[in-house]
């Protein structure tokens, strides 16, 4: 597949997740899909933390953020490719805090392969 059309899945994922349309957005990921969510020190202290394995797994890691977090702000700066396969996407959210109110920000890149 070529990198424009990488790149162009990724933004539909990005539409897809941003709409909540999980169930189509799976559809773009494969079924053994991994998300690794900074796993590593602060897995088990922050819910949505730590690795996930297939849609299930996917699904349990967007209903732990849902459970803790608003979004409030959600940016994406730019989608870049190695020419290839991979696609990377830096970008920024501002999130409440549901049970203390507290604001914060999250600088973050999404890799996609």
Not at 17 to 39: F, K, N, S
Not at 57 to 72: H, K, N
Request: charged share 30%; aromatic share 12%.
């Amino acid at each position: 597949m070529s990198a424009r059309r990488n790149v162009e899945i990724v933004r539909i994922w990005f539409r897809r997740l941003a709409a909540g349309d999980y169930a189509c957005m799976h559809e773009l990921q494969t079924r053994d899909v991994v998300w690794d969510c900074i796993d590593g020190a602060s897995t088990g202290t922050v819910p949505w933390l730590g690795r996930f394995r297939g849609r299930k797994g996917v699904d349990r890691c967007l209903s732990r953020f849902a459970a803790a977090v608003e979004t409030e702000t959600f940016e994406l700066d730019a989608f870049l490719t190695d020419g290839r396969n991979k696609v990377a996407v830096p970008g920024r959210c501002r999130l409440r805090e549901r049970t203390t109110g507290r604001h914060f920000s999250i600088d973050f890149v999404e890799y996609f392969e």
